[in-house]
């Protein structure tokens, strides 16, 4: 059971670059690296998925290193709606019992003006 | 595309009551979850269902809790008697195909108070 750990929270202002990074050491082969975002009094949202390297898409990056022992979230420019708690998940896609999708804590970003 | 749904979205109890939660999930998602979350934490997984069987509920007090997916397509969950710590959001979610990493689509949750 791959656990995760991050930063509980973290400031940052309108335009910045925000990276979130997420320590995952007991990955295993088959475990994807997933990261969701969550609003106050909504449900978490997928951002981005990745196995290895770098993924990319229309919000966030996410960059593994070769170890996949951590990776880090990217989100560029921020502004004050990006303001959230975001979530690390280690998982496979298999989809085996005992393989629990676990979220861990979440990482409270604060944007500021 | 609709997203998943679920009612009520707030439901103020005591304890020792009932009470109960319903999800439609998104149309062709084979996979549905329960989770609860207690302020200021992540998401905790309840039960998980593969169409109206269950694939896992090890997380699930299933003293008090009970869920079902009749037909492989809503669900309800409930909780009969409430406790205090009952007290928390519970998500629904719901995704394609089976696989614990493939994307889930979260409801707005139901927030139970229980007095």
């Known amino acids: 059971l791959a656990k995760t750990t991050q930063p509980i929270s973290m400031d940052s202002y309108e335009g910045q670059e925000v990276n979130i990074t997420c320590s995952h050491n007991?990955?295993?082969?088959?475990?994807?690296i997933t990261w969701y975002q969550q609003f106050p009094s909504q449900g978490p949202r997928f951002i981005i998925q990745g196995y290895k390297t770098k993924v990319t898409n229309e919000v966030a990056s996410l960059f593994i290193p070769a170890d996949r022992k951590s990776s880090t979230l990217s989100l560029p420019r921020v502004s004050l709606s990006d303001t959230a708690v975001y979530y690390c998940l280690v998982g496979d896609m298999v989809g085996a019992a005992g393989n629990k999708l676990t979220f861990g804590g979440g990482t409270r970003v604060l944007v500021k003006p | 595309e609709a997203g998943v749904a679920q009612s009520p979205r707030y439901k103020i109890i005591e304890k020792r009551q009932s009470v109960a939660f319903w999800c439609n999930p998104i149309s062709g998602h084979a996979t549905l979850y329960w989770y609860q979350q207690i302020l200021g934490q992540g998401p905790k997984l309840l039960i998980q269902f593969q169409n109206n069987g269950v694939v896992d509920d090890s997380q699930l007090p299933k003293d008090r809790f009970s869920a079902e997916r009749l037909k492989g397509v809503d669900s309800t969950l409930k909780i009969q008697p409430a406790k205090l710590e009952d007290s928390a959001v519970y998500l629904c979610a719901s995704s394609l195909v089976p696989g614990r990493s493939d994307t889930q689509y979260f409801g707005p949750g139901t927030r139970l108070t229980v007095l």
């Open positions: 007991n990955i295993a082969t088959n475990d994807y």
